[in-house]
């Protein structure tokens, strides 16, 4: 941030300083509960659809969370 400052003379004077803002707040993950599923007959596979979970933060614009599916 850069201030001004003149007088009716023309003479000026100026400051600047730096804002800086941090963000410490931690974001809140919240994963759907286990679960137990068992294979379809004569079948190694047992497909299951589940929920994303919540994410929340402070800053809720910067959200983002991936996930890695086991196969």
């Known amino acids: 941030v850069t201030y001004r400052a003149t ?3 023309g003479n000026s004077a100026t400051c600047t300083f730096t804002v800086t803002v941090v963000d410490n707040q931690l974001p809140v993950l919240t994963c759907p509960n286990n679960v137990s599923i068992t294979t379809q007959s004569s079948s190694c596979v047992a497909p299951y659809n589940y ?3 919540t994410l929340t933060d402070n ?3 910067a959200l983002s969370f991936r ?3 086991v196969q």
Do not use: F, R
Request: charged share 15%; aromatic share 0%.
């Open 67 to 69: 996930s890695s599916d």
């Open 51 to 53: 929920a994303n979970p």
């Open 7 to 9: 007088d009716a003379a």
């Open 59 to 61: 800053c809720p614009n």
